[in-house]
């Protein structure tokens, strides 16, 4: 049997209705005509990368010239479709992108497929053809269940609307939904941020994804801020906040697995722990990130629990602006109708590439798995990076342990509840030096 190796796919529909004040993710507004075109730019990726991507088991990618390989090896256990407002997009595209994707990566059975969606933009029979498509779970951004927090975010959907789409997704058959909220809004106060979460309670979402709100360079939120128009959310009262959100989730049965996410038991996201992980991830469409092998490390050095010398990985975006995503795509995929199977350094949409060798991968590893509550296994670390590579961060383990921020706990390094609040101060000591 040929080898095969854990995948998760990422699509990007980066289209909105309007941009919302505080929001810095690559989305833009009134360019829905674009959509089809999009679809289309995006099945052609990903036939391309099905057959670009490197083979799971090591050595050259063995693709049929102009066909596909089926994604090298790669078993796809997750699929998400984030955004922007991937609920835009209608339900015949989402059935081409899914039918696509099915035939040009192997989908897991019982693979875990997320649609995120805006509540303005689904209704009833929207949500149940999303389901009949094996579309498993939905993200609703719902943000607040306040009409006042809601007009200053600038959403372009009610309290009721949420209320209702939440209630469509269950008439359509969806058992696993998760709710965004955000906290530490100005003005903001306890009780009224408890009104929300209590209320995001009561419908009993799978899972609750809970982000204090951050002020990002070059939004409209940051701008007013700086104009003295509305003042800056809060520090301590985020941490207040933080904590009660901690101490009311738990005995109502949620877990708390990932700083800002908590979940039922079994339902956690499946797709954000490969990235907590530092797992291997495709992203397709506009501004789309992946993390892809490009030499892994050798068996002998596996089996020793020892990288190769020349292991490297490799971190790839795509261009953002949508129009220029789709002419080079349609670039790349023209040098495939040539009869050559395009590799990685084909792809023009790709315009960024970071290669990293083992030390820089074990600093990201550390950093992305610190935000899980479990922490990072040491044993496993030492297992894909090597026993003596822990070494260059006793130091800073020693430092934040000292300072009430990390702890060892049966073989797993995590953050104390104090370090869930400090994390940047417990991530920036373990970056590798510049």
Wanted: with cysteine; aromatic share 8%; net charge negative.
């Amino acid at each position: 049997m040929k080898p095969e190796r854990l995948l998760s796919l990422y699509v990007h529909i980066p289209f909105c209705t309007a941009k919302c004040r505080y929001c810095d993710f690559n989305s833009y507004a009134g360019q829905q005509s674009l959509i089809p075109a999009y679809t289309e730019a995006l099945l052609r990726e990903a036939e391309m990368w099905s057959a670009a991507l490197p083979p799971a088991g090591g050595g050259q990618t063995a693709a049929r010239p102009g066909g596909s390989a089926s994604g090298g090896g790669w078993r796809a256990e997750t699929l998400f479709f984030g955004g922007g407002t991937p609920s835009l997009m209608p339900a015949a595209e989402v059935e081409r992108l899914l039918g696509g994707l099915r035939r040009h990566f192997r989908l897991a059975t019982g693979a875990e497929v997320t649609l995120e969606a805006n509540p303005a933009t689904v209704d009833g029979p929207y949500l149940s053809r999303l389901r009949e498509l094996g579309v498993s779970r939905l993200s609703l951004g719902v943000q607040s269940f306040r009409d006042d927090e809601l007009a200053f975010l600038e959403r372009i959907h009610s309290a009721a609307e949420a209320r209702g789409a939440y209630r469509a997704a269950r008439s359509a058959g969806f058992d696993n939904v998760s709710l965004d909220l955000i906290f530490g809004l100005p003005g903001q106060t306890v009780d009224r941020w408890l009104e929300s979460l209590e209320e995001a309670m009561a419908l009993g979402p799978e899972h609750l994804s809970l982000y204090a709100l951050t002020v990002e360079d070059g939004t409209p939120l940051a701008s007013d801020i700086a104009d003295g128009r509305i003042p800056a959310p809060d520090p301590d009262l985020q941490a207040e906040l933080y904590l009660r959100t901690a101490e009311r989730l738990s005995p109502a049965g949620y877990e708390q697995y990932e700083i800002s996410n908590w979940a039922r038991p079994g339902r956690r996201c499946r797709h954000n722990l490969t990235y907590w992980h530092n797992g291997f991830w495709l992203g397709l469409g506009a501004g789309a990130h992946s993390h892809l092998p490009v030499r892994p490390a050798c068996p002998a050095g596996r089996q020793a629990g020892l990288p190769s010398a020349d292991a490297r990985w490799v971190r790839l975006a795509n261009v953002a602006a949508p129009a220029r995503y789709i002419e080079l795509v349609d670039e790349t995929w023209a040098l495939r109708r040539t009869g050559a199977a395009p590799s990685i350094d084909d792809m023009r949409q790709v315009t960024s590439r970071e290669e990293a060798g083992a030390s820089l991968e074990l600093s990201d590893t550390l950093v992305l798995g610190l935000r899980l509550s479990e922490g990072v296994s040491l044993r496993e670390l030492r297992r894909r990076f090597g026993r003596a590579a822990l070494d260059t961060h006793t130091p800073a383990f020693e430092e934040a342990a000292s300072l009430g921020l990390l702890e060892h706990v049966d073989g797993y390094l995590r953050l104390t509840a104090r370090g869930r609040l400090l994390a940047n101060e417990v991530f920036v000591r373990l970056l590798p030096a510049s």
